[in-house]
């Protein structure tokens, strides 16, 4: 899947574009819309704490330091075992385990507060009153939708896409 990033200037145009995106067969999850805040989306499908912050990258980011941690923690527990203890490599999958997940939940909660990077190139439109489109489309569809939405709104500044979306959001 990749990201399509594309700004309309208005409502109206936001909720033409939503309806010819379900047409063409984009299921409603996998379209986010994003405004300036205190603007009444509507129907438009309203996009979530997800899309609008950096808590995948950060659990991301938390799995892979809290699993080397734990790694490491665990050869040192092997390594120097307390007296009279034997720990076998048991020991340094459990670390490891227990370091990804206390890393990826640490992560999450200050992913959570951290606005989404990707977001962050659009607020000066956002806050001009222009709607933000975040579309996952398969990848051998990207210029397709673009294409289409070009053709039916000259009017739609496509911004490019985002190499790689995660499967689960």
């Given at each position: 899947m990749r990201r399509?990033?594309?700004?309309?200037?208005?409502l109206k145009t936001a909720s033409s574009v939503t309806d010819e995106l379900l047409l063409a067969r984009i299921e409603?999850?996998?379209?986010?819309?994003?405004a300036r805040e205190g603007t009444e989306l509507g129907d438009l499908p309203k996009a979530s704490l997800l899309q609008t912050s950096d808590v995948i990258p950060a659990v991301e980011r938390g799995l892979a330091v809290g699993g080397?941690?734990?790694?490491?923690?665990?050869?040192?527990?092997?390594?120097?075992?307390?007296?009279g203890l034997v720990l076998g490599g048991g020991a340094i999958l459990a670390t490891a385990l227990a370091g990804s997940g206390i890393g990826a939940w640490i992560a999450s909660m200050i992913g959570v507060d951290v606005s989404n990077s990707q977001i962050k190139q659009f607020e000066e439109n956002l806050?001009?009153?222009?709607?933000l489109?975040?579309?996952?489309?398969?990848?051998?569809?990207?210029?397709?939708?673009?294409?289409?939405?070009?053709?039916?709104?000259?009017?739609?500044?496509?911004?490019?896409?985002?190499?790689?979306?995660p499967a689960f959001p």
């Open positions: 399509i990033y594309f700004l309309v200037p208005d409603e999850r996998h379209i986010h819309v994003i080397v941690t734990g790694i490491l923690a665990g050869v040192a527990a092997v390594s120097f075992p307390p007296a806050k001009k009153g222009e709607i489109f975040l579309v996952d489309v398969p990848k051998e569809r990207v210029e397709k939708i673009e294409a289409m939405v070009k053709s039916h709104h000259p009017e739609a500044d496509i911004e490019g896409t985002e190499p790689h979306i």
